[in-house]
């Protein structure tokens, strides 16, 4: 088991930026590849970004290829959503997840465990 704590969300004009974080807690954060996913309201939940185990490897979706960027901190524990040049479109629920597994994946049926979410807002 491994639980799942993100932070870093808020109301930030078009164009600015934010840094989310997922604190997890349990077993050894480096055996779990981690995703981050975001539903708007009235909308399926989308993928936005994946690492693996080890952070040496990552994918986006296309959406948000070349704004976002993951990455993760092995000895803190802590994964990272580095959000630049937001759109209004990015306004959504975030939410970060954990698989059992070290290989990243970008289909939320591949995740085991999810955090609570934290919202994010981009006025434009």
């Known amino acids: 088991q491994v639980q799942l704590v993100e932070s870093g969300g808020g109301l930030v004009q078009a164009g600015g930026s934010l840094r989310l974080s997922c604190a997890a807690s349990?077993?050894?954060?480096?055996?779990?590849?981690m995703g981050w996913f975001r539903q708007a309201p009235g909308k399926e939940r989308e993928f936005v970004a994946a690492?693996?185990?080890?952070?040496?490897?990552?994918y986006a979706a296309d959406s948000v290829k070349g704004r976002f960027t993951i990455s993760r901190d092995n000895a803190k524990n802590t994964l990272y959503l580095q959000m630049n040049s937001l759109k209004p479109e990015d306004t959504a629920m975030y939410y970060c997840?954990?698989?059992?597994?070290?290989?990243?994946?970008?289909?939320?049926?591949?995740?085991?465990?999810w955090g609570q979410g934290t919202q994010v807002t981009v006025s434009s």
């Open positions: 349990g077993r050894t954060f480096s055996n779990y590849a």
């Open positions: 997840a954990a698989r059992n597994s070290i290989v990243r994946a970008s289909t939320a049926a591949g995740y085991n465990y």
């Open positions: 690492i693996n185990g080890i952070g040496s490897s990552t």
